[in-house]
């Protein structure tokens, strides 16, 4: 019975010293990672745990894990910062000794490279998961293949692009001078006019709002971000459409213009046939009178109304090629000169919608949106049957 005590005891004793060594199950990964954020200013203010894009993160490697990151740094050179699990790369420069006591400091400087495809889609997903400018987020290192280590931190760690006024200024200012400037486009100039006709052309007018947007997009991320933003190729072909689109339907004016001038020449160059063979009939009516046949005297007669009929057609096709009135911006880029047309109305509703997806990705990423090859096919597919249904169209 003694031994039997002895032997419950034991085992009593060594569960009670390995709970004691694990410590709290939640608690692990914090004080036993060995690593830690060390803060702006040396203290534990909330502030001074709020970082923004373009900082130097410094985080402290402690412990059993400095002799770890010293060898791995050493072999690889791979320590990768990770936020709520998004692996950010290409932060991290070479560990330092920590200059306040034993450990190693570790610098991420917390940049978006545009042009690295691993760092810049890590910092897209993680600001789509986040609904807010500044956000608190879970940081972590992993070191080398190794499964990432919570960071500890005194304080919530914060996170944002820019402060949230800077953003929704920025964000205001821009959406002002895309309206402003296309409105200044739209009423002040004859830019978005066709030259022959003076109406405003649906593809000038598409091809002026991508370039605006795309310009005023790139500029308002540069100033947040002070890096020269990556410009997708999706952003390039949405250029390429509308610029495409708008090259197009000049040169489909151009055509129809160049064919209506072709005709006047013909009807022209019929009026004067016409004219002379009826002075010819006047002349010899006036020097033989006697002499002049009824069948002559007809002739005359049909002339004069072949005349007038030539002279009404040749008036009609000049009113073509005449600058026109214009009925206002909507009713222009919708109306294909027989009223409202769908081919024309889808176009528009396709750029809007996909304009308004272009801006709120750029206010929720602050990044250029890299667009779905589909919606980018069905837009080329809109204004290829624009341009399809234009040839027909009047002038």
Known sequence: MRYLIVFVLSILLT??????????????????????????????KAEDFHFQLGEILQ???????VKKVESEWGK????????????????????????????????FTLIRDAENDANRQAWDRLFRKKHQYQMTIEPSIAIGNDLPLLVHSAQPFQFSVASNSAIWLIFLCGVATLLGTY??????????????????????????????????????IWILTGAMERIPPQALILLGISGG????AVVIGNSKKAEIQSKISEKQNKL???????????????????????????????IKSEIDSVFSEIGKLSGQVAPGQSKGFWRDICDD????????????????????????????????????????TLLGISNATYLGFKIPEKL
């Open 337 to 376: 000169g027989n009223g409202l047309s769908f081919h024309r109305l889808q176009v528009v509703i396709w750029t809007m919608v996909l304009g308004a997806v272009f801006v709120q990705n750029v206010v929720q990423v602050i990044s250029m949106p890299e667009f779905a090859e589909t919606l980018l």
């Open 272 to 302: 004067t046939e016409l004219q002379q063979e009826e002075q010819k009939l006047q002349a010899q009516k006036a020097s033989y009178p006697a002499a002049f046949l009824q069948a002559s005297q007809d002739r005359l007669v049909e």
């Open 59 to 65: 985080i402290k490697a402690s412990g059993e894990l």
């Open 76 to 107: 690889t050179k791979s320590l990768t910062l990770y936020f709520d699990g998004e692996a950010i790369a290409a932060l991290g420069s070479p560990p330092q000794q920590f200059e306040g006591g034993p450990g190693l400091l570790l610098n």
């Open 183 to 220: 409105w200044y486009l739209a009423t002040k100039t004859t830019i978005l006019c066709d030259a022959e006709t003076n109406y405003y052309s649906l593809g000038k007018s598409q091809m002026a709002f991508w370039g605006l947007l795309v310009v005023l997009s790139f500029t308002g």
């Open 15 to 44: 569960c009670v010293t390995t709970l004691s060594a694990q410590g709290v199950p939640g608690e692990k990964s914090v004080s036993q990672s060995g690593f830690s954020i060390v803060s702006k200013n040396m203290a534990n």
């Open 245 to 248: 689109t708008g090259l197009s």
